[in-house]
């Protein structure tokens, strides 16, 4: 199975409400990041958390990073119809140079 | 603006004829991947590339191969395309890691759609 993969697999929320998605890992990690992706187009970099840290923030994005039981969370708040994507989480490998990313969750944002 | 660009953005190919998708970044950046996108898999490293004329595999180069003679290009070469090869290719940028391993998020190009029939 994959090194980070996400749950729930898709979300659908109401506008206004808040988002948690999830991620876990299995090996040792230098930093975990977030991507958004619009159907079909690049990913886009939202925020990157790295291993000695425990929360990062970031506008509405909140992430947290829990190394003990290799997970990490995406929170986003006060969610817009304009929020609708898929979100993925990569994680850089200790001692390689490799980046590898989960298979995503689906977020439905409705007006 | 700062971006990675990728061409084609939509290719269809017949079995076994040779293609090479482009992608060129304008940040000075060192290290530059390739991934594909297939749905239920999630991304999956094909190369990388930490500097000029240096490449490595990542999870799955089988069929593929790239080369790095220059810091900005890092094109995708399919010497003779296969039907299991269709799926989205994705160029991403990122600067050297930092001290501790890699620091910097990734930029990614707009995505190539490669049909092979």
């Known amino acids: 199975s994959q090194q980070g993969e996400e749950d729930p697999q898709a979300l659908s929320i109401q506008e206004g409400e808040n988002a948690t998605m999830n991620c876990s890992y299995k090996t040792s990690i230098n930093n975990l990041q977030w991507y958004r992706q619009n159907s079909g187009r690049g990913l886009v970099h939202l925020i990157l958390i790295r291993s000695n840290e425990r929360e990062k923030h970031s506008g509405r994005l909140r992430v947290t990073l829990d190394t003990s039981k290799k997970s990490s969370s995406l929170l986003i708040t006060a969610s817009r119809a304009a929020d609708t994507a898929s979100y993925f989480c990569?994680?850089?490998?200790?001692?390689?140079?490799?980046?590898?990313f989960g298979t995503g969750t689906r977020l439905q944002v409705f007006p | 603006e700062a971006q990675v660009t990728q061409n084609p953005r939509y290719l269809i190919t017949v079995t076994g004829k040779k293609l090479t998708v482009t992608c060129s970044q304008n940040m000075n950046h060192e290290y530059m991947s390739w991934y594909r996108q297939d749905p239920g898999l999630g991304l999956r490293q094909i190369y990388y590339?930490?500097?000029?004329?240096?490449?490595d595999k990542g999870d799955v180069p089988e069929g593929y191969k790239v080369s790095r003679k220059e810091k900005r290009n890092f094109p995708l070469i399919l010497e003779s395309p296969s039907p299991n090869q269709t799926s989205l290719y994705f160029c991403?940028?990122?600067?050297?890691?930092?001290?501790?391993?890699?620091?910097?998020?990734?930029?990614f190009g707009s995505g190539t759609r490669l049909t092979v029939v």
């Open positions: 991403a940028s990122s600067p050297l890691r930092g001290v501790g391993g890699a620091n910097y998020g990734y930029t």
């Open positions: 990569a994680t850089w490998l200790t001692d390689t140079d490799k980046l590898i």
């Open positions: 590339s930490m500097n000029v004329e240096v490449t």
